[in-house]
């Protein structure tokens, strides 16, 4: 389930999520290959959500969909809210479903990336 939720969000989400895209600034760093938990959005404050970060404090808080400012965005259609910003009505059900059993899976005191499903 994490490799197939990693590459859905790398899919989904790097092309502006990494070093050189239009969210470098957030410190949400999205590609399959990356393993520092923090950079991943594990406990991380938001740096530039504004709004979209929904009054939440962290990217992706383990086992806490409530908390996770990643499902609030990814589930929004409001425009100033939604993630991905691609053009678009309405929300990807399975992705985010792959998603939010991953996140739910995750357990705080174990926050490496890197175990395989």
């Known amino acids: 389930m994490q490799q197939r939720a990693r590459a859905w969000l790398e899919i989904n989400c790097m092309h502006c999520h990494n070093t050189n895209g239009t969210g470098n600034t957030t410190g949400f760093h999205l590609s399959y290959r990356r393993h520092d938990p923090p950079k991943y959005g594990m406990m991380k404050p938001p740096v530039a959500a504004g709004r979209g970060s929904g009054g939440l404090n962290f990217d992706i808080v383990p086992g806490k969909l409530e908390e996770s400012i990643l499902m609030y965005r990814s589930e929004s259609t409001n425009p100033g809210i939604m993630m991905p910003e691609l053009p678009r009505r309405m929300t990807d059900d399975e992705g985010n ?16 990336l890197d175990d395989g499903d």
């Open 97 to 112: 479903a792959l998603v939010r059993d991953w996140i739910r899976s995750l357990h705080p005191e174990n926050l490496k």
